[in-house]
């Protein structure tokens, strides 16, 4: 189980099929710049960090103005991976931002960006039809959850294609589970182990039970973002 994402960069020399939840069926060159440690929980990877994309491993992107600050996104991730249990293999192409992973046991694509919509919601339409993944796009800004309002945009995977669902936010229910809801109306979606699981029922019987699960989620991301641990 996944309880920590934490980074490390230092400087590098130059040149150097599983069933969705949800439904039924199936479904570059750059100089280096950078070698980077990535740890999830027990799990500890060396990267080989280039200024668009990685070489393996996690991929990441630096998206601050100035120094070796990791963009915060990648770290916000470790919520749906805590729920996952897992957090995949890199998974480039498609339009999809720098930090995107493929949760193969999930049938998930995942990925994270600071930018605001729309930037991005094509590329997990296009993921989502070649892939026949899920694909989960999470927005965090460059402040997440202090700043910045952390929200997620999903693209289903369906036989007919993608059911597009935007503007989500995480709710954490005292029971521990973790799950997407709608700013107002719509579907609700547990993130599991198995993948996404998409339903009509919400996991809340009041206005002030959502509310206390999103403040919870957000207080959980404050503290994964500031490396302070939330699981």
Not at 51 to 61: A, D, N, P
Request: charged letters at 20%; hydrophobic letters at 40%; aromatic letters at 6%.
């Amino acid at each position: 189980m996944i309880v920590g994402l934490t980074a490390s960069i230092a400087p590098a020399r130059e040149g150097a099929g599983r069933k969705s939840a949800h439904r039924k069926g199936w479904h570059e060159p750059a100089k280096l710049s950078a070698v980077m440690k990535l740890k999830v929980g027990s799990l500890t990877r060396t990267l080989s960090v280039r200024r668009s994309s990685c070489q393996e491993g996690f991929t990441l992107m630096l998206t601050y103005p100035s120094g070796s600050t990791l963009d915060p996104s990648l770290r916000v991730l470790a919520l749906p991976f805590h729920a996952l249990g897992a957090a995949g293999k890199v998974h480039a192409g498609d339009g999809l931002p720098a930090g995107a992973f493929d949760v193969a046991s999930a049938n998930l694509v995942i990925a994270a960006t600071p930018c605001s919509a729309p930037l991005f919601r094509p590329a997990i339409d296009k993921a989502c039809r070649r892939t026949d993944r899920d694909v989960m796009l999470v927005r965090t800004g460059l402040f997440p959850e202090t700043l910045d309002p952390v929200s997620v945009d999903l693209a289903l995977s369906y036989p007919g294609g993608p059911l597009i669902i935007n503007d989500l936010a995480f709710m954490r229910r005292s029971d521990g589970s973790l799950w997407l809801v709608p700013q107002r109306l719509g579907p609700f979606v547990e993130i599991r182990t198995d993948g996404l699981a998409l339903t009509t029922t919400p996991p809340f019987a009041t206005w002030d039970e959502r509310c206390d699960g999103t403040s919870r989620a957000a207080s959980q991301i404050v503290r994964i973002v500031n490396r302070r641990g939330a699981f």
